[in-house]
């Protein structure tokens, strides 16, 4: 292997964030795309029709309702990194997406609302890493709004969740007192400053006990803090890489990605404690990332990014050696050699021609119709076949009928296209967007809710 190989295999960092709906998740995206440059404004998710909306919501639905409806790939460089974030729906309706994009990722970013715990759907989606045994990584978000105890909260993700925490920094009141937090390990306290034109961040030292913190963060709260560092540092986990990296030991982070405080320590210490892509099984053997042999796996088709052109794309995560453009590889489920045609990488809708990726990158490639989620491409000698993907049983479902039998074929094509890529539950305020992933069908189908469910008439 080269050395040039080996380093960009090294700086890549491949993580998803996941959450309940409401949490931040997508907000606390948008601050990492802003730090590593790759947008120059930060969107909201509920914007005003001429506010700038999150770039990670690119569908019109997304965009009208505030809520992540697909999994969105962002790819941006950071302090020496290149980092790929997939951002995934925290709606239950939208789970089987999450699911399967969780298995492209190395690590995972669980973003909690401080002021309602764990939730329903976070308890969901963690179970998923932990069957992947990847690292989890702690953000309790809206602390400069009233939030539970940071204790009870902590409390929650070991007994609810089912793993250790161990809290890096520590908050010093929440809401209208928030005050900033603490770093247990510099030994400083990052202060929040509320302002009429935004808000600010100052870091200073903090010896505790010192009465020059009386004045930074009144007294009430500076012997607050001293009572509950102190209980901190005889009770909780200790920090242990080791333990962070297996999936056992959570590392607690809190801040307000709104107001944008928090979320950088957050990236930097992130950075530091995650690996570089992680090895994958094939038939029960080991492939090594930093291997030459070229290997990937798809774990998302996407119709309909383009609405000038009714165009599929298969998502793929590298997991071994470098692609080049115009590469041929093994298709293992079709049984054929391939080309990859017009390689992409992805900032949520928009995409870019790419000439080379490497182990850890996710890459879009034109579908004609020959890739399911699941399969395995690879190049070199040893034949490559990753695990499948975890099948997860429908909430909810729909009587489809073909109405029209001189449609049979347009009907066909339709119904094949659900079941490559189901993602969206039966539900009439999304039945607009499950019509959009019907692409095979769209112009001559309608829809009609009846007593046994939704019904599509062929026309």
Known sequence: MSDSLKQEIEKRRTFAIISHPDAGKTTLTEKFLLYGGAINLAGSVK???????????????????GISVTSSVLQFNYDG???????????????????????????????????????????????????????IFTFI???DREAMDPFELMDQIEN???????????????????????????????RFLAGDNGHKVETVEASLGDAGLDELITKEYHDILVDEIELLDGASDEFDLEKVRAGKLSP??????????????FLKHFLDMTTSPLPRTSDGEIVDPFSDEFSAFVFKIQANMNKAHRDRIAFMRICSGKFEAGMEVMHVQGGKKIRLAQPQQMMAQERKHV??????????????????????????????????????????????????????????????????????????SLIQVWKKSLWALWGFCSLKYCSTGWRVNIM
């Open 47 to 65: 914007g005003r029709k001429a506010a700038k909306h999150a770039v990670s919501d690119w569908m019109e639905i997304e965009k009208e309702r």
């Open 81 to 135: 990194f290149c980092i790929n974030i997939l951002d995934t729906p925290g709606h239950q309706d939208f789970s089987e997406d999450t699911y399967r994009t969780l298995m492209a990722a190395d690590s995972a970013v669980m973003v909690i609302d401080g002021s309602k715990g764990v939730e329903a759907q976070t308890i969901k989606l963690f179970k998923v890493c932990v069957m992947r045994g990847i690292p």
């Open 141 to 143: 978000n809206k602390m």
């Open 160 to 190: 609810v969740l089912g793993i250790r925490t161990c809290p890096v920094n520590w908050p010093i009141g929440s809401g209208k007192n928030f005050k900033g937090v603490y770093d247990r390990n510099t030994k400083t306290i990052s």
């Open 252 to 265: 607690v982070f809190f801040g307000s990605a709104l107001t944008n405080f928090g979320v950088e320590t």
């Open 355 to 428: 000439e080379e990726a490497y182990a850890g990158d996710i890459i879009g490639v034109f579908d004609p119709g020959i890739f399911s989620i699941g399969d395995t491409l690879y190049k070199g000698k040893n034949q490559v076949k990753f695990e499948g993907i975890p099948t997860f049983a429908p909430e909810h479902f729909a009587r489809v009928r073909q109405v029209d039998t001189m449609k049979r074929k347009q009907f066909m094509k339709g119904i094949t296209q659900i079941a490559q890529r189901v993602q969206f539950r039966f539900s009439k």
